[in-house]
């Protein structure tokens, strides 16, 4: 069936709060990394979903917060940029029965311009119906929402109620997308960010915030349907370096291991990986750096 309408969403709210999860499940496929510490997504996303007559392009964003180095304040610039940038916004928050700081900035900004939103109540699997309805009684009262959708994400309760409404924002429009598309990411970049998924959760506390990967060789070999693969892990201090590698480099193996599998999974082919560590201090300062590592504020 040929592609008549589309939407453009962005998925915005504080960090770790499921909008990496929501973009996920929404598309059926995974598409943006996932892992229980904040600001695991660090630029914007593209994920398509495209059924029946329509087509749905959501912008996962990182979380809101407060920055501490350049890279900080280029993903804060990605979500306000973003809130206002599409057709909808869609303002992904947890079951609480308070208004944050983060959650203010962004409905202020979609107040701003004007912006038509949907709340999005995340992790409803968490809650007792009482707090639920306390939560969508209070952002009713601080923004007049095109509606105050509860979902979880995980379960993918709500999930079907979402993509109707969403369905009814979009206008008529060719497809934005080739329809067997469901990320713009070049697959380098899809490499890069799973390998960081699997630091961010075999890695405790601030070790892997202050990582990135460059993707150095990304070559298909001649004579078979092997991928080589060699990527840099780059940390900001030299005790880093060692507890990625481990001791005789088990740690650098196991996220070797899980990041190939993966990989292979997502090429469909067999993968060989080599990872190599080295260190950048104070990259996340470094405005070249940032920019070299993939994270453009001039997109």
């Keep these: 069936m040929e592609v008549t309408k589309t939407g453009v969403f962005s998925v915005v709210g504080r960090p770790n709060v499921g909008k990496s999860t929501l973009m996920n499940a929404l598309c059926g496929t995974k598409i943006a990394i996932v892992s229980d510490k904040p600001q695991t997504t660090r630029t914007r996303i593209t ?49 609480v ?51 105050v959708i ?36 070049p697959e380098k970049q899809i490499v890069a960010e799973i390998i960081r998924e699997k630091m961010l959760n075999l890695l405790d506390k601030e070790v892997p915030h202050g ?34 590698i481990g001791k005789s480099g088990a740690m650098l193996k196991k996220i070797g291991a899980m990041a190939r599998a993966d990989i292979e999974d997502m090429l469909g082919c067999r993968v060989f990986l080599q990872l190599w560590v080295k260190v950048k201090e104070g990259w996340r300062d470094s405005l070249g750096l940032i920019r070299n590592f993939g994270y453009d504020d001039r997109m």
Excluded: W
Aim: charged fraction near 30%; proline fraction near 5%; charge should be negative.
């Design 211 to 244: 990582t990135a990967i460059e993707i150095e060789m990304f070559k298909e070999r001649d004579d078979s349907d092997v991928i080589d693969i060699s990527a840099v892990i780059y940390c900001e201090r030299k005790s880093h370096k060692g507890i990625i």
């Design 150 to 185: 509860p979902v979880s994400a995980k379960t993918g309760d709500g999930l079907e109620v979402l993509e109707e409404t969403l369905r009814e924002q979009c206008f008529d429009s060719p497809a934005l997308f080739p329809e067997d598309m469901v990320s713009d990411q």
């Design 47 to 95: 994920g398509v979903l495209t059924k029946d007559e329509y087509q749905m392009v959501f912008l996962d964003t990182p979380g809101l917060h407060k920055p501490k180095n350049r890279l900080g304040d280029f993903m804060v610039k990605i979500v306000t940029d973003t809130v206002t940038d599409v057709d909808t916004a869609l303002l992904l928050v947890e079951p």
């Design 97 to 147: 029965a308070r208004i944050g700081i983060p959650e203010q900035m962004l409905i202020d900004r979609i107040k701003q311009f004007d912006m038509p939103a949907i709340l999005v109540i995340n992790k409803i699997d968490t809650v007792e119906k009482e707090t639920l309805l306390e939560v969508m009684a209070m952002y009713s009262e601080a923004c007049d929402f095109l509606a």
